[in-house]
Every structure is written in structure tokens, then in C-alpha cells.
């Protein structure tokens, strides 16, 4: 099979042929940095990041580029509104670098946590200045912009295929109403390439241009800094589907006006996560940070696991339950990974180990990468790990290399984690004989106590726990039953 992707343009499941055989080139919106990151926009970097590694893990080798928008993102995704980065700093009495360092930190701090590996290029609109301009001079060459009071716009006129992407009906004046009415504007739909007066008085950061002393729209800086680092035309764009009806549809109408041709090949979009309570918006009072998810006690690989269980076009409902049942899910993974480990002699799978063709990890592998083919079906790839990691006909050292492989792909820890919870295994315990002598006589009193709760012999199981807590011996209650671990050495 060959990888399928659901391409907003078109609406429809496309096979993927990248621009250059065997390269992709990937351009992802990123984040715009005045405040925290929400879960829900953490959502949208987790899918950019399943879908590289998927990139990768199904052979190709991936240029991933994400923009930081530190300038030009007014409050409304069109023209409308504060300069989201300005008004912070007003409020907050820093300038606009302070703030755009900190959240930036924060924000990698934060992707770093979810496992998200950083992209290959990360650039800020306020370092592309120059590229921008020179943009935009080729769309004024071309005959897309106007200058009116002070801004200079692009005229959707000129691009009769503006809104191909959102399918707009350009002809509904009701749609145009969205956007703000700009008595300066031609048309509702056109927008702005550079602000030189503005509503804004004392703009912070201002840059000469050709059109005067000012600072770019935000659409620009996504166009142009796309093309600079892969190219005029590209494989993948991705966003949440908020962006698909003004900031997609007008990086389409700068970069394909400018060029005269196809820009980007494939557009992919995230559905929202969402509250119960509705929408989780910077503004409102249900914005959760992943560091709200870590004081309830979670690991943030519980977030990724939790997201992952749902597939990226589909909307997602948050809620405290649904974040416990992946806790338990991705515990007990981590455990039965754990016993795997041991099994194969306590350690990691070696990066030369491969399978053998007739091994019976192959066809879960096999099944597991259909899936991520067919539309990064991570539920269903999910799925196939857990099948992996119960199928007792698979040798522990195979069903290592099978779960690292999978793991590549979803970055769960699971063999990090694993280690981390394997028993002593015989080898450091001194003589192999007496380990695992010990080992299943705790064994056999885990399950005593087992069927001691089951028989509502309380007494009968605390004694137990209190014998084996008293040795050392820390036993977890979890879904598939109990497991149990040393707390001695460097073990969790
Ligand atoms: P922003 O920093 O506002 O530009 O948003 C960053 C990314 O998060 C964009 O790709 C948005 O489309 C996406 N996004 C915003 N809210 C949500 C949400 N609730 N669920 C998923 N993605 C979101
Ligand atoms: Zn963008």
C-alpha cells in the first residue's frame, strides 16, 4: 500500500507523491507567541509531529519548517483587532521581544514534554522581514495590491481562484460580513500585506519598506518564509481547520499570485479539541496549559497518548475521565512492556536487531503501518500495539523491535518507560538462580493476594501487600490486574 492523505484541497483521500522522489518538504503554521500554549493548540503540534514521523518511519526523509509568529497576528484572524503580541506587552509593561522569548521558551518547553521533535527550521517572522518585502514587491509587480489610506492590500480580484480552498462563495455577502468592514477595502475579502497607518499608534516595531515606515500582515510572513526555506513549491501544509477560510486562503492567493503557479500539494488540517463547556479559547476561562494536565497529576505523554486515541480529523472532546482512562491505558502498556523487557533479559532492543520475515510480530507491524498509511489512523495504529503487546506467540526480543519501531512513530516512552519499570531482573540480582527463585515467589503472593480480594479476604491480602512492602516489594493495581516492582535501586 501507499500512503493516503486527505487533502482539504479537493476534500478527498489522496496517494501521496511528494514534489522530489523520496524527500517531503512540510511546512506547519506555528504558534503565535504572547501567551501560553492551550491543549488544544498543543493538539495541532502533536498531529505536525505524528505526521513527520510517520514520515520518516515510512522511509522518507522530511523537511519539517515551522514559522513563530511574533508580529502581525492582529486578535481577528483578519484585519480586525490588536496586535495580539502588542497588546500583551502593553498589558504587561515589557516589550514585544520580552514576551515573544518568554512564550517561545515556554512553548518549546511544553513540545519538548509532549515528545514533539523540533522542527528542522523554526523561524520568526520578525528575523523574514526582508523576505516578506521582497515578496510582496513581486504581488505589487504582478498587479495584485492596492495602497489605500496608508495599507497596502491585496486585491482578491486579481486571483479569480481566491477561496478555492474553503470553497467560499464569494458572491454571499453575508460570508463577507465575517470580516470586519474596512471602509478602505475594495473588496470584504481582501486583506492586508503591509499596515503603515494603522489603528495602532505607537506600533513597537515598525521596518522601512517601499510603502512606507509600517510592519507585515500576518498571512505574509507563512508565504513568504514557506518559499524561502523549501522552495516555491512544496509537498504538505498543515494548521487547525480554523485557519483554512482567511489565513490559508490568503498564504494561496500571496504565494500562488506571486509565483503564477501550484504552491503547496497537500493540505492537511486538525479538528479541535474540544471542552466540554465548548471552545477553549486564550480569552475564555477554560484555557488548560499542559502544565494545568501535570498538576493534576498526569504525565504529559498521557496528553499525547490521550490524543492520539482519537484520529486527527475528527473533534475530540477533553475531559479529566477520558485523560485517567489514558493514563491507565498508557500504564498498563508501559507495564506489560515492562515484562516483555525482562522477558528478553532486561534490556532495550539493540538498533541492528531487525525481524525475520516469517516472525509473528511482522503482520502486527504490517497491519500497524497500514494504518498510518491510511491517513495516520493513529486509533486504530494504537490498537495494534496493544494486540502486539499481549500476543504471547511473540518472542520477546521480536516484540521489542516491533513496539520500538511503532514507538518511532508515536513516541510514547513505552521502552524508557518499560525499563524503568522492570523488576531486578536475575542477571544484577547476583547468583541468576536466586533471583528468580525470589521473583516468583513474590509472584506467587501477588496472586494469593489476588484471589484473597476476590474471596473478600481483606485481612488475608493487606498482610500480604504489608509483607512485600516490608521487603521492598511495591505492587500497582492497575486494569490488567496487579504488577509489582523493587523500590530498590534506580528503579521508579
Ligand atoms: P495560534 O497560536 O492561535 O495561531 O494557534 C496555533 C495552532 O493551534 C493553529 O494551527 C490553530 O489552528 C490550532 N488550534 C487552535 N485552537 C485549537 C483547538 N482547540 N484544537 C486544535 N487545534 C487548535
Ligand atoms: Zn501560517
Redesign the pocket.
Known amino acids: 500500500m501507499a500512503l493516503r492523505l486527505y487533502n482539504t484541497m479537493g476534500r478527498e483521500l489522496q496517494e501521496f507523491t511528494p514534489v522530489h522522489d523520496g524527500r517531503v518538504g512540510f511546512y ?6 504572547y501567551n501560553y ?2 491543549i ?2 498543543l ?3 502533536v498531529f505536525q509531529d505524528v505526521l513527520r514521523r510517520s514520515l520518516v518511519f515510512l522511509g522518507y526523509s522530511v523537511r519539517h519548517v515551522m514559522n513563530v ?1 511574533d508580529i502581525g ?1 492582529l486578535t481577528d484572524d483578519a484585519d480586525a483587532g490588536d496586535d495580539k503580541m502588542v497588546k500583551t506587552a502593553k498589558e504587561r509593561g515589557q516589550s514585544v521581544l520580552e514576551i515573544s522569548r518568554f512564550y517561545t521558551d515556554a512553548f518549546f518547553a511544553d513540545t519538548e514534554r509532549l515528545n514533539i521533535l523540533k522542527p528542522d527550521v523554526v523561524c520568526k517572522a520578525t528575523e523574514h522581514i526582508d523576505a516578506m518585502i521582497a515578496l510582496i514587491k513581486r504581488l505589487e509587480a504582478r498587479g495584485h495590491t492596492y495602497f489605500s489610506e496608508g495599507n497596502l492590500y491585496f486585491d482578491i480580484s486579481t486571483f479569480p481562484e481566491y477561496g478555492k480552498l474553503a470553497r467560499l462563495n464569494l458572491g454571499d455577502l453575508k460570508a463577507g460580513a465575517r470580516i470586519d468592514v474596512d471602509a478602505n477595502k475594495r473588496n470584504p475579502y481582501d486583506f492586508v500585506l503591509w499596515f503603515t497607518k494603522s489603528k495602532f499608534e505607537n506600533q513597537a516595531l515598525v521596518w522601512d519598506s517601499p510603502w512606507g515606515r509600517g510592519y507585515p500582515g500576518w498571512h505574509i510572513e507563512c508565504s513568504a518564509m514557506s518559499m524561502e526555506y523549501l522552495g516555491e513549491q512544496f509537498d504538505i501544509h ?6 483554512i477560510p482567511i489565513h490559508h486562503t490568503n498564504e494561496i492567493a500571496q504565494s500562488e499570485g506571486a509565483t503564477g503557479k501550484q504552491w503547496v500539494r497537500y493540505w492537511l ?6 471542552m466540554d463547556k465548548g ?4 480569552s475564555g476561562g477554560n484555557f488548560l496549559t499542559l502544565q494545568t494536565v501535570v498538576d493534576r497529576g498526569f504525565d504529559p505523554l498521557d496528553y499525547r497518548y490521550f490524543l492520539l486515541g482519537g484520529h486527527y480529523r475528527s473533534q475530540l472532546a477533553f475531559s479529566w475521565e477520558s485523560m485517567e482512562s489514558a493514563r491507565n491505558s498508557r500504564k498498563s502498556l508501559v507495564q506489560r512492556v515492562a515484562r516483555i523487557i525482562e522477558a528478553a533479559g532486561g534490556s532495550a532492543p539493540d538498533a541492528t536487531d531487525a525481524l525475520a520475515a516469517t516472525s509473528p510480530a511482522r503482520p502486527w507491524l504490517e497491519r500497524f503501518r497500514a494504518h498510518i498509511e491510511d491517513d495516520l489512523s493513529t486509533p486504530r495504529a494504537l490498537s495494534e500495539l496493544h494486540g502486539l503487546v499481549r500476543d504471547g506467540s511473540v518472542g520477546p526480543r521480536e516484540a521489542l523491535v516491533a513496539l520500538s519501531a511503532m514507538d518511532a512513530v508515536l513516541a510514547l516512552d513505552l521502552v524508557k518507560d518499560g525499563l524503568a519499570a522492570t523488576v531486578r531482573s536475575p542477571k544484577d540480582s547476583g547468583s541468576a538462580e536466586t533471583g528468580s527463585e525470589d521473583d516468583r515467589r513474590v509472584t506467587a503472593l501477588v496472586g494469593e493476594r489476588a484471589e484473597a480480594k476476590k474471596a473478600r479476604n481483606f485481612a488475608r491480602a493487606d498482610e500480604i501487600r504489608n509483607q512485600l512492602k516490608a521487603e521492598g516489594v511495591i505492587l500497582e493495581d492497575g486494569p490488567g490486574g496487579t504488577t509489582w516492582r523493587r523500590s530498590d535501586g534506580d528503579r521508579a
Open positions: 506547519g503554521c506555528g504558534p503565535t507567541v500554549a492551550h488544544g493548540n493538539r495541532a503540534y509568529t497576528h498543515t494548521g487547525g481547520i480554523d485557519h488540517h486538525n479538528e479541535f479539541l474540544v471552545k477553549m479559547s486564550k
